[in-house]
Nanobody, 124 residues
Framework: QVQLVESGGGLVQAGGSLRLSCTGSGRTFSRAAMGWFRQAPGKEREFVAALAWSGHSTSYADSVKGRFTVSRDNAKNAVYLQMNSLKLEDTAVYYC?????????????????WGQGTQVTVSS
């Protein structure tokens, strides 16, 4: 079992930055691939970024590539999403998720554990 709690969301102006954190509990956290997803009102949940258990393999959605950076600190059971150059279309509830495998992909179905989400609102 892995329990996840996100934090760091908020209101930011376009062009600004935010850093989301996801803290996990459970013995398997350090061996789990982690993902960040987001869901805007009226839209389906979409992939943002993924990170292998080691932190050495990452993947990003095209829409955030070059602006967002995912990282983890297994000693702290934490995963981070640094978001720079934020755009209005980045507004959404952001979720972190843990997969039961060391590597994972872009589909929400690959992840077994989810946090409650944190709201990110980008204003003009």
């Amino acid at each position: 079992q892995v329990q996840l709690v996100e934090s760091g969301g908020g209101l930011v102006q376009a062009g600004g930055s935010l850093r989301l954190s996801c803290t996990g509990s459970g013995r398997t956290f350090s061996r789990a691939a982690m993902g960040w997803f987001r869901q805007a009102p009226g839209k389906e949940r979409e992939f943002v970024a993924a990170l292998a258990w080691s932190g050495h393999s990452t993947s990003y959605a095209d829409s955030v590539k070059g602006r967002f950076t995912v990282s983890r600190d297994n000693a702290k059971n934490a995963v981070y999403l640094q978001m720079n150059s934020l755009k209005l279309e980045d507004t959404a509830v952001y979720y972190c998720a843990a997969a039961p495998t060391p590597y994972s992909g872009t589909s929400p179905s690959e992840y077994d554990y989810w946090g409650q989400g944190t709201q990110v609102t980008v204003s003009s």
